[in-house]
């Protein structure tokens, strides 16, 4: 059970920023988002997470709601190698202790189109 | 930051033959490591995990004798498809994690074909 509601599908335009919105009603007080993206034949790619907090690294930046049912994920300036599928997974705080796995939903095709 | 090899990248096979995939953690301990396969325009679906030194578990309709993976070390684990049909040609991925690591990283994948 992936536990994440995403849109099957988006486009965006080439340098505006892609705002990809995940819901996760379910989650519970232990549970982090994490945000991986696939471009195609490669392997997944972590890009961000959280547990509360609004967090920003180099490649984008999680907007978690107050009551973290839901989530955002910005690509500042899309560019056309942002071309994936995003995929937006909860897991438990307990990722340190061995066996904790990480289960994929349908995820999000985002194409950036110049 | 972690890096995860994935050997190799792409394998053709015959039926009835076995293949091997490696999955090495070049600079962190694994202590676990998962199996995922993909198929074309599907999502990742995890077929394993393996703890360093024991034995693997399988997800729920993933065949134990077909797909043996080994975790004999902290760095390396290996998928083998035994006995493989066309209808083992798929995309296959493993994952490593560790208790000192906040994070999954995953290998880059190996395209398989039995012919």
């Known amino acids: 059970d992936a536990k994440t509601t995403q849109p099957p599908s988006m486009d965006c335009a080439e340098g505006r920023a892609a705002n990809l919105p995940c819901n996760h009603s379910?989650?519970?007080?232990?549970?982090?988002v994490y945000w991986y993206r696939q471009i195609h034949s490669q392997g997944p790619q972590y890009i961000i997470h959280g547990l509360k907090n609004n967090e920003t690294n180099e490649m984008a930046s999680l907007i978690i709601t107050e009551d973290r049912k839901s989530s955002t994920l910005i690509l500042p300036h899309a560019t056309l190698r942002d071309t994936a599928v995003y995929y937006c997974i909860v897991n438990s705080l307990m990722i340190k202790a061995a066996g904790n796995k990480l289960t994929f939903g349908g995820g999000t095709r985002v194409l950036v189109k110049p | 930051g972690a890096v995860v090899s994935q050997h190799p990248s792409r394998v053709i096979c015959k039926s009835g033959t076995s293949v091997k995939i490696e999955c090495r953690s070049l600079d962190f301990q694994a202590t676990t490591m998962f199996w995922y396969r993909q198929f074309p325009k599907q999502s990742l679906m995890l077929m394993a995990t393996s703890n360093e030194g024991s034995k693997a578990t399988y997800e729920q309709g993933v065949e134990k004798d077909k797909f043996l993976i080994n975790h004999a070390s902290l760095t390396l684990s290996t998928l083998t498809v035994t006995s493989a049909h066309p209808e083992d040609s798929s995309f296959y991925i493993c994952?490593?994690?560790?208790?000192?690591?906040?994070?999954?990283?995953f290998g880059s994948g190996t395209r398989l074909t039995v012919v």
């Open positions: 994952s490593a994690s560790s208790t000192g690591y906040d994070g999954y990283t």
């Open positions: 379910t989650i519970s007080g232990n549970e982090y």
